[in-house]
């Protein structure tokens, strides 16, 4: 779809039995200036379809989307948000486990003697497969240990999380999208550590506020089989030799796919640029949710030095 169809098809939206002075005022609406603190022509007025639209600032020029680009990367590439909460202290799952009188100091010990010996077990597991040990008495004891709630499975639509989400990073990353609530809150279930880099990704790429939750063993890895098989936005995966090079691929395609807005985020050691197709995205105001996986399109890049 080329911007200029869609930028009719908002214009058309707006003319429903308007006043002459909304007709004004949205006319105003149009003409938009460039984000590069640097432009030449900065002081001048644009009309947006002529522009790109990056992370809600738009951009004159190639020249000048290149350094919107160029600015974004080298923010996430610095992201410190990266470790936030990593080190914070949490009681041991055995001692939850065995406070709750879910398993005796004996099976305690003995989990903690096998955790030495090189067992990639984590302990929870070997409670279960061991003695016996109530796998939802694990799940449960993980929700205390994080201090987050346990998920089940009510109200699982892989089809609606895949758009949400790029398949190589859930392929890359242990996390499951569970489900939203009235398209304000995502639902992100992890079995076990929760990792909040991850829901702090989603959260700056949705706009949606994450809340984190445990899944049991069993029904993560049923439901994240799900939605690996259904649906997914367009993507591409591409292996990148440094920033500059992502930073020149990324605004090219910006170029020839005309987007009417995109946001780049880093998840771990990937960078995420997705593209809004659909018209109503072009206000940063609306939430970023596709209600279809051609109204998206994700780009994964790393970067890897042997390229
Ligand atoms: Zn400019």
Known sequence: MSF????RSVANSRVNGPSEDYLNSSALDWIVECGNATCRNR?????????????????????????L???????????????????????PL????????????????????????????RIGEWLVSEFGVEA???????????NCPVFTDSEFDAARMALLVARELVRSYEFLPLRLAADRILYL????????????????????????GQL?????????????????????VHKMPNLSFMAEHIATEMERKQAANSKLVRMHNHYWLRMWFHSKFVSGTEK????????????????????
């Open 43 to 67: 002081s001048l007025r644009f009309w947006r379809r002529q522009m790109f639209l990056f992370e809600n600032t738009w951009a004159c020029s190639g020249d000048c989307l290149r350094i």
């Open 94 to 121: 055995g001692l939850i486990m065995l406070s709750r009188g879910w398993i005796t100091q004996e099976q305690l010990q003995y989990a903690l003697e096998m955790k030495k010996h090189d067992d990639p077990r």
């Open 189 to 212: 279930a992890f079995a076990g550590d929760i990792n909040r880099s991850i829901a702090y990704s989603m959260e700056k790429m949705l706009g949606l506020r994450v809340e984190n």
């Open 4 to 7: 200029l169809r869609m930028g």
């Open 288 to 307: 970023q949710l596709p209600d279809h996986a051609t109204g998206v399109r994700d780009y994964i890049y790393q970067i890897d030095l042997s390229s």
């Open 69 to 91: 680009v160029a600015r974004a990367l080298r923010r996430e590439a610095g992201n410190v948000g990266e470790a936030r909460g990593r080190h914070h202290h949490r009681i």
């Open 216 to 236: 049991s063993d069993n029904l993560y890895t049923k439901m994240r089989g799900e939605l690996i098989d259904v649906e997914f936005a367009g993507e591409q």
């Open 136 to 146: 939802q008495h694990v799940t449960r004891a993980l929700g205390i240990q994080w």
